[in-house]
């Protein structure tokens, strides 16, 4: 990304440096890191096996100082974007950044070659927000407030990660799910290594007409969700939020939802069945994490196996010098699974 005035001259001149700008690509490829096992949200017509299948949909690489912060998938004609996902990692004890004047935009977004169009025919620019008479501010969908770093904070200020919000929705109410989202977080998730770790999507509905200085759509809702194992819980969980942005109360109790009540919402929004986290935020018995858990602490991995049976069969692979012991404390809870045991007896 390139730090762009609204001049054509400055679009030209960052187009001459493809190298230090965000990539463009056709799939989450060179980003999938920062989705739930590598893996896009499932939204049909719009992204689809990670693929985006409308050319309207850009997907970013959001690349800042040689390195790929986050990922957007832009919404070319409301100019805004659709979604972004980071990994919330815990945040440091750094200095953040004041907030820019001008913020960073896409060059790769703009028309080029022989037939140069009208620059930012495609993504909002800083003089949508100098134009606009009725204050609103950029609403970041992967926030400040999640960074771990001062150089991931300062990639969030680009016009591609924003949209339209009114000052007192963004203070009420989205800084108070920013921060309950993140003590959340920062309380459960954890990776194998007890690593704060949580995959994180955070997305805007469009609105049907209102747009800010005639060109920016200003959504209608924004939402977030989160994906992460819980070792407490030994489980995948997931919460969400979502919330209207014309309609807000700073006395509103910020109560965090299902995954199935914000994909529900979103699919009856954009008409179309949305999945978000692959295996809605969950993991095949065998790729469960209780396997690695396994080599450290076997009663976790019972523990997890008792309320959820189907695991029994992954944890005797794990195991097979305490098989004996672990078919003694997980028997009581395998008679609906009995068509497991028996394959792992015959198999082994």
Not at 89 to 103: H, K, M, Y
Not at 174 to 188: A, F, G, H, I, L
Not at 192 to 217: H, Q
Request: glycine residues 2%.
């Amino acid at each position: 990304m390139h730090l762009l005035v609204s001049s054509v001259v400055c679009v030209l001149l960052a187009l001459s440096f493809p190298g230090i700008v965000s990539k463009l690509e056709e799939n989450i490829t060179a980003c999938d890191d920062f989705f739930f096992q590598k893996k896009s949200p499932v939204i049909p017509g719009v992204l689809e096996d990670s693929v985006t299948r409308d050319n309207r949909y850009k997907i970013i690489c959001q690349k800042y100082n040689n390195k790929i912060r986050f990922a957007t998938l832009y919404d070319t004609t409301n100019r805004i974007p659709f979604f972004s996902a980071y990994k919330y990692t815990g945040t440091d004890d750094f200095t953040r950044p004041d907030i820019p004047q001008i913020w960073m935009t896409e060059p790769q977004l703009e028309p080029s070659g022989a037939e140069m169009q009208v620059p930012f025919s495609k993504q909002a620019r800083n003089l949508d927000w100098i134009k606009d008479k009725s204050n609103y501010i950029h609403g970041t969908l992967f926030p400040i407030t999640h960074t771990a770093d001062p150089e991931t904070a300062e990639s969030t200020f680009t016009l591609t990660n924003s949209v339209p919000e009114r000052s007192g929705f963004m203070e009420e109410i989205w800084n108070v799910v920013e921060n309950t989202t993140k003590e959340n977080m920062d309380r459960y998730c954890r990776d194998n290594n007890n690593n704060i770790l949580a995959y994180v999507l955070t997305g805007a509905v469009p609105s049907k007409a209102s747009k800010m200085n005639n060109r920016v759509n200003i959504p209608s809702h924004v939402w977030t969700a989160f994906c992460c194992y819980n070792r407490t819980e030994t489980s995948w969980v997931s919460k969400t939020f979502k919330a209207e942005t014309k309609k807000w109360d700073k006395n509103m109790t910020i109560t965090l939802k299902s995954l199935e009540y914000l994909q529900s919402f979103l699919t009856k929004e954009l008409r179309v069945n949305v999945t978000l986290f692959k295996n809605n935020c969950d993991v095949p018995a065998s790729q469960f994490r209780c396997l690695n858990q396994w080599r450290r602490s076997m009663s976790e991995c019972i523990r997890a196996a008792k309320r959820r049976p189907f695991l029994v069969r992954e944890c005797y692979k794990m195991h097979p010098f305490s098989r004996f012991q672990c078919r003694e404390r997980i028997d009581p809870y395998r008679k609906r699974y009995n068509d497991d045991m028996i394959f792992f007896q015959i198999k082994h």
